[in-house]
């Protein structure tokens, strides 16, 4: 009971404290091999081992006993996290299928690392965070016995015991079961790993899980089955292919026998690590005075041909290097260009390609060198350098020209700026083929949906911005469905019966349906319109942004959305405010509405740590007019991988919003660049989430204020000013 008592209230803040100030390790104990539930380990037993910083990586485990598919994600040094959904054979849960579908959540923290003669030891909470089908606990110590060996040992609680507990099938999950963790009877596991060579590794465990069934009727708890291996010895072979694959072949007990399949990425092993792009043009030194006078007089400043010219050499030269030079002001000493960034993914190397392109162009008594970065043609941000800084520190680490530079909030507007021709309007199109994945779906599992959509844009004047997208549907197996029927997991209205009854739009709890009839508006074999809508965006004062969007905000609602923004460029701290007024749209995501609108919106806080961290927290009101706050945590890597969490707790209780208990999900956002080598700004970006549910739910509009301006600001422009001279 002390035990229990003691990790329950000490061991979050040990994962946030303990994770924030671990220090690099010089021979970190990686996990060579991974568990049936995603994580390093034995096959069903954990070790102490954790994955290398940033790794992401995904499980597909199946066996006689059920089958799991886990996203792991190594939060920091000492945290591992899994999502895991899990299809366990022989539960009968008001169905009459056979299995269930669960959703778990589990957190390892590696409590100490391997020294000398002291092992690597971990506690981990197993399924804390559901109706507990693998609910469990444990501590384990792992110790390398030679390069090739490693052995674990540890105490379980729960299903790592033998002694699953009671399921509750009337529970909707979704919050810690405290009460139960480090409680019962427990039993100890333990497995040795031993690596062949580089590709092959053989794994033995001593595991006490009895893999017991579990019947419900929804109408009492679950009761146990008596389904047991027939040994506590399983044995697992897994092989390595290449960097980011393994494979993996195991048995429980002797008798049942199982596969697997692991892929794991790291963001900080691209495929390409420097990237494909062409050099950048060299700095070009600036001739002595007495070689060219005339320049460094600063006389050609009073001719009225030398700006366009100068403007137009410059716009072209940054065109092929993916940058549109928007305006441009230009005096005997001083040059100020406005830019927008179209290629790289950190804008720091836009910044100083721009830098050296200008030391190319410009006269040379221009010294003072102004490059102001803009989002839809709004400025953002200024660098000042001094030239001859730029020609000195050409072949110096960035850190030396980061010193020498000054960043500074952008005015809305400056003394001579001249807009570049042709700039405005400007009109862009693409036809691109997309994908949509359903992923943790109870009933379905991984489902699928392939089409082409054509987007554009076009950008009648700074700021005003008008975007549309068509999308047409060519096949997959998502289909129009209605909402799930109360008390029948797995049944759902036919769309027939949901759009004939207009009593369904609401749940019986009373909440309007604002996400859980989600499945309505996917399946169209015609054409739909995902977006169409009117953007503006201004800067009325250098630290204040807004935008307001109307028209066609995204797939389910249409309305208006206007956001305002503060955000100085030399604070980790914002905030913000947005206001929407919003209908729901028609399923066939055309013109025509349905009959529910609301008011919705939020206030919001913004903190950026170091490390790539961020912090954003948002209290209002929501889609289906409840109120409470939303916390997102999101970690950035100077290579613009982005992987977050956020949970959403409003004045819903757990039985008015459903199962889940709350709304929560995972974030996760790819640049392409990344993968292809080439520089590009496009992005792959998904949210994994395992239930849609009314409460909670936010509006999905594009273009909101603080991702498109913080690119450009302190903490995320210097994280990646190591490209400043790439």
């Known amino acids: 009971m002390l035990i229990r008592r003691l990790m329950a209230t000490t061991l979050p803040a040990a994962l946030l404290m303990g994770s924030v100030t671990s220090t690099a390790l010089a021979e970190p104990m990686y996990g060579r091999n991974w568990s049936t539930y995603g994580l390093p380990g034995g096959i069903d037993t954990p070790t102490a081992e954790t994955l290398p910083d940033g790794t992401l990586g995904a499980t597909v485990s199946w066996s006689d006993y059920g089958r799991r598919s886990s996203v792991v994600f190594q939060a920091f040094p000492r945290l591992t996290t899994v999502l895991r959904y899990s299809r366990v054979d022989g539960i009968n849960d008001y169905r009459n299928d056979g299995y269930i579908s669960d959703r778990s959540f589990d957190l390892r923290f590696q409590v100490l690392d391997e020294q000398g003669w002291r092992?690597?030891?971990?506690?981990?909470?197993?399924?804390?965070?559901?109706?507990?089908?693998?609910?469990?606990?444990?501590?384990?110590?792992?110790?390398?016995?030679?390069?090739?060996?490693?052995?674990?040992?540890?105490?379980?609680?729960?299903?790592?015991?033998?002694?699953?507990?009671?399921?509750?099938?009337?529970?909707?999950?979704g919050t810690p079961n405290v009460d139960d963790w480090f409680r019962g009877d427990a039993k100890p596991f333990a497995s040795v790993s031993w690596q062949v060579n580089d590709k092959l590794s053989l794994v033995a465990e001593y595991s006490n899980e009895t893999y017991q069934t579990f019947y419900s009727d929804r109408s009492e708890p679950a009761q146990q089955g008596d389904e047991e291996p027939g040994s506590n010895l399983n044995l697992a072979a897994y092989y390595q292919l290449g960097r980011n694959y393994q494979v993996g072949l195991y048995t429980i007990g002797g008798e049942t026998f199982g596969a697997q399949f692991t892929v794991a990425l790291n963001p900080r092993e691209a495929t390409y690590p420097s990237g494909l792009e062409k050099a950048p043009a060299p700095v070009r030194p600036r001739p002595a005075p007495s070689a060219d006078p005339e320049g460094w007089s600063g006389q050609w400043a009073q001719d009225p041909t030398a700006q366009p010219a100068i403007q137009t050499a410059l716009g072209d030269a940054m065109a092929k290097e993916g940058q549109v030079l928007e305006s441009m002001a230009l005096t005997g000493n001083r040059a100020e260009v406005?830019?927008?960034?179209?290629?790289?993914?950190n804008q720091s190397e836009a910044i100083g390609r721009t830098a050296r392109l200008m030391t190319r162009a410009l006269p040379p008594s221009v010294e003072t060198l102004v490059?102001?970065?803009?989002?839809?043609?709004?400025?953002?941000?200024?660098?000042?350098?001094?030239?001859?800084?730029?020609?000195?520190?050409?072949?110096?680490?960035?850190?030396?020209?980061?010193?020498?530079?000054?960043?500074?909030?952008?005015?809305?507007?400056?003394?001579?700026?001249?807009?570049?021709?042709?700039?405005?309007?400007?009109?862009?199109?693409?036809?691109?083929?997309?994908?949509?994945?359903?992923?943790?779906?109870?009933?379905?599992?991984?489902?699928?949906?392939?089409?082409?959509?054509?987007?554009?844009?076009?950008?009648?004047?700074?700021?005003?911005?008008?975007t549309g997208a068509l999308r047409q549907r060519a096949f997959g197996d998502i289909s129009q469905r209605g909402p799930g029927i109360p008390g029948q997991r797995g049944e759902h209205y036919t769309a027939e019966e949901y759009l004939a009854d207009p009593s369904l739009e609401t749940t019986p709890e009373g909440l309007p349906r604002v996400r859980s009839d989600t499945r309505m508006y996917t399946g169209n074999s015609d054409p739909v319109i995902p977006e169409l809508t009117l953007a503006w965006y201004a800067k009325p004062t250098p630290t204040v942004y807004t935008r307001v969007t109307t028209g066609l905000l995204e797939r389910a609602y249409g309305g208006v959305s206007g956001e305002v923004l503060w955000k100085p460029v030399n604070s980790p701290l914002a905030f913000g405010a947005e206001i929407n007024r919003v209908k729901k749209r028609d399923f066939d995501q055309l013109f025509d509405f349905r009959d529910y609108e609301v008011t919705m919106g939020h206030v919001?806080?913004?903190?950026?740590?170091?490390?790539?961290?961020?912090?954003?927290?948002?209290?209002?009101?929501?889609?289906?007019?409840?109120?409470?706050?939303?916390?997102?945590?999101?970690?950035?890597?100077?290579?613009?991988?982005?992987?977050?969490?956020?949970?959403?707790?409003?004045?819903l209780s757990a039985e008015e919003f459903g199962e889940g208990s709350f709304d929560k999900g995972v974030t996760l956002s790819i640049p392409l660049g990344w993968a292809t080598g080439q520089p590009s700004r496009e992005r792959v970006?998904?949210?994994?989430?395992?239930?849609?549910?009314?409460?909670?739910?936010?509006?999905?509009?594009?273009?909101?204020?603080?991702?498109?301006?913080?690119?450009?600001?302190?903490?995320?422009?210097?994280?990646?000013?190591g490209r400043f001279w790439r």
């Open 119 to 173: 092992p690597a030891v971990a506690v981990g909470l197993q399924d804390f965070m559901g109706t507990g089908v693998y609910s469990g606990e444990y501590i384990v110590a792992t110790k390398t016995v030679t390069p090739s060996v490693r052995v674990s040992a540890g105490i379980g609680w729960g299903t790592l015991a033998g002694k699953p507990r009671t399921i509750d099938a009337r529970d909707e999950g």
């Open 338 to 345: 406005r830019i927008r960034n179209q290629r790289y993914i």
């Open 371 to 466: 490059i102001t970065s803009t989002a839809d043609g709004v400025p953002t941000s200024s660098v000042t350098l001094r030239r001859s800084d730029v020609e000195r520190l050409e072949n110096t680490e960035a850190g030396q020209i980061a010193a020498a530079s000054v960043l500074s909030d952008a005015p809305a507007s400056a003394p001579g700026l001249v807009r570049s021709p042709e700039t405005y309007p400007r009109f862009q199109w693409a036809l691109k083929p997309y994908v949509d994945l359903g992923i943790f779906s109870a009933e379905d599992g991984l489902t699928h949906e392939v089409g082409a959509e054509a987007r554009a844009s076009y950008e009648i004047a700074p700021g005003l911005i008008l």
């Open 604 to 651: 919001s806080a913004y903190y950026e740590f170091a490390d790539g961290f961020t912090a954003q927290l948002d209290v209002g009101k929501y889609l289906a007019g409840d109120k409470g706050a939303t916390l997102t945590l999101t970690r950035e890597f100077a290579n613009g991988w982005r992987i977050g969490a956020y949970a959403t707790k409003t004045d």
């Open 685 to 721: 970006t998904t949210t994994l989430r395992s239930l849609s549910r009314d409460g909670g739910a936010q509006l999905n509009v594009n273009g909101r204020l603080y991702d498109r301006v913080r690119d450009s600001h302190s903490v995320k422009l210097y994280e990646g000013w």
